[in-house]
């Protein structure tokens, strides 16, 4: 193996940019040179590339000026949704961009969607490709964690504080929508970990009349003479059918007669996908890299490196398995209808703390 390409693809994360750098320092170091694929699957199509490492008298190094990628969010090589690659003749050309460049393995940084087109690639084209899991969401089945997710809840653990702080200052209840259009696990962590009064989950479907009977009893039950409650914060997954800015406004009018509550709402939005990847973040990219550069040299393809799984073939890394790509997709496949055991988990999770989040 003598040349290595990577892209981003799908949603950005913070940590992108990180397992970007690391990919490229990790590839000169192994004697690879590491070509970067601009803007995801399209960029591969299209046959938009620029060289990572150059060659120097000490063999091969990162090419200049791109260190600064280790501590910043985004994606610098850019991402896309690409509509062509769904496709097996968008697939085949691909894999012939590839063949041009002389590319002999390919690292995929990217969500489930991203990874299941890297299957595709790898299992029609025959190209040697390696999948590092990388999306807020946490919705990528046999991993335990995605480079994203740790920096988008620091984002809205912070954002609950400061919602909290105007809040107690009024007396108010505040419906804050977090990312997540079919995983609730951001609402779900975040929500426990800002001790919200409330979490709403696009896993337990309820109806917008059902989730206002629940919100009214816990506002009427809140912020009566013996609980003195001063603040009411609500954490909801953007994947919840009901649209928010509505549910504020219904919750306030069904409380009215208590004359003292006002109810707000937030969308947080794609601020919770920006921002500077957190230490946890940094060190998910550096060493799922080691083993995706590892993977590739090592003559392996069609794999995702997972974190802290509990399938896939043992790497040098205690924490790093390599689960194949086929299975990361039945696994998310099972997350996404409900019937995987982790979604089932977290929904026995957060049915053992409600009564306590309420208090
Ligand atoms: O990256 C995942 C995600 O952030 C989801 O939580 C969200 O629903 C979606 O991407 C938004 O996508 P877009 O940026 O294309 O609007």
Same mark, same amino acid.
């Given at each position: 193996m003598r040349r290595i390409a990577v892209l981003t693809s799908g949603g950005d994360a913070p940590g992108m940019n990180t397992a970007l750098w690391a990919?490229?320092?990790?590839?000169?170091?192994?004697?690879?040179?590491?070509?970067?694929?601009?803007?995801?699957?399209?960029?591969?199509?299209?046959?938009?590339?620029?060289?990572?490492?150059?060659?120097?008298?000490?063999?091969?190094?990162?090419?200049?000026?791109?260190?600064?990628? *280790?501590?910043?969010?985004?994606?610098?090589?850019?991402?896309?949704?690409?509509?062509?690659?769904?496709?097996?003749?968008?697939?085949?050309? *691909?894999?012939?961009?590839?063949?041009?460049? *002389?590319?002999d393995g390919l690292v995929v940084i990217g969500g489930n969607g991203s990874l299941t087109g890297a299957h595709l690639l790898a299992r029609e084209q025959g190209v040697q490709v390696v999948g590092i899991p990388a999306s807020i969401d946490n919705d990528i089945g046999g991993t335990a964690d995605?480079?994203?997710?740790?920096?988008?809840?620091?984002?809205?653990?912070?954002?609950?504080?400061?919602?909290?702080?105007?809040?107690?200052?009024?007396?108010r209840a505040f419906i804050l929508?977090?990312?997540?259009?079919?995983?609730?696990?951001?609402?779900?962590?975040?929500?426990? *970990?800002?001790?919200?009064? =409330?979490?709403?989950?696009?896993?337990?479907?309820k109806t917008a009349s059902e989730i206002?009977?629940?919100?009214e009893d816990l506002v009427r039950h809140s912020f009566t003479a013996s609980r003195r409650k001063r603040r009411l914060l609500i954490i909801k997954a953007e994947g919840v059918d009901a649209p928010t800015m509505q549910l504020a406004a219904d919750l306030e009018a069904r409380v009215a007669d208590l004359g003292t509550v006002t109810?707000? =709402?937030?969308?947080?939005?794609?601020?919770?996908?920006g921002g500077r990847p957190t230490y946890h973040d940094r060190m998910?990219?550096?060493?799922?890299?080691?083993? =995706?550069?590892?993977t590739l040299t090592g003559g392996a393809g069609d794999v995702m490196v997972a974190w802290n799984s509990d399938t896939g073939r043992r790497t040098i890394d205690p924490a790093v398995t390599l689960v194949p790509l086929d299975s990361m997709i039945t696994e998310t496949d099972r997350m996404l209808d409900g019937s995987s055991e982790v979604v089932q988990r977290r929904i026995r999770l957060l049915e053992e703390v409600e009564g306590v989040l309420a208090l």
């Amino acid at each position: 193996m003598r040349r290595i390409a990577v892209l981003t693809s799908g949603g950005d994360a913070p940590g992108m940019n990180t397992a970007l750098w690391a990919t490229i320092k990790l590839g000169a170091a192994s004697n690879l040179e590491v070509v970067g694929v601009e803007r995801g699957y399209d960029g591969l199509i299209e046959g938009t590339m620029r060289e990572l490492t150059r060659a120097s008298d000490e063999g091969l190094l990162p090419a200049p000026g791109l260190a600064w990628l *280790a501590g910043t969010g985004g994606t610098f090589l850019e991402s896309s949704r690409s509509e062509a690659f769904r496709t097996p003749e968008g697939r085949a050309e *691909a894999a012939a961009t590839l063949g041009r460049a *002389a590319i002999d393995g390919l690292v995929v940084i990217g969500g489930n969607g991203s990874l299941t087109g890297a299957h595709l690639l790898a299992r029609e084209q025959g190209v040697q490709v390696v999948g590092i899991p990388a999306s807020i969401d946490n919705d990528i089945g046999g991993t335990a964690d995605a480079i994203g997710v740790d920096t988008a809840l620091n984002t809205i653990l912070d954002a609950c504080d400061r919602i909290s702080d105007t809040a107690r200052s009024h007396h108010r209840a505040f419906i804050l929508e977090v990312m997540g259009r079919r995983s609730g696990y951001l609402a779900l962590t975040s929500g426990v *970990a800002a001790s919200a009064d =409330a979490v709403l989950l696009p896993e337990r479907p309820k109806t917008a009349s059902e989730i206002l009977d629940q919100l009214e009893d816990l506002v009427r039950h809140s912020f009566t003479a013996s609980r003195r409650k001063r603040r009411l914060l609500i954490i909801k997954a953007e994947g919840v059918d009901a649209p928010t800015m509505q549910l504020a406004a219904d919750l306030e009018a069904r409380v009215a007669d208590l004359g003292t509550v006002t109810v707000r =709402a937030t969308i947080l939005g794609h601020i919770v996908r920006g921002g500077r990847p957190t230490y946890h973040d940094r060190m998910l990219a550096g060493r799922l890299a080691l083993a =995706a550069v590892g993977t590739l040299t090592g003559g392996a393809g069609d794999v995702m490196v997972a974190w802290n799984s509990d399938t896939g073939r043992r790497t040098i890394d205690p924490a790093v398995t390599l689960v194949p790509l086929d299975s990361m997709i039945t696994e998310t496949d099972r997350m996404l209808d409900g019937s995987s055991e982790v979604v089932q988990r977290r929904i026995r999770l957060l049915e053992e703390v409600e009564g306590v989040l309420a208090l």
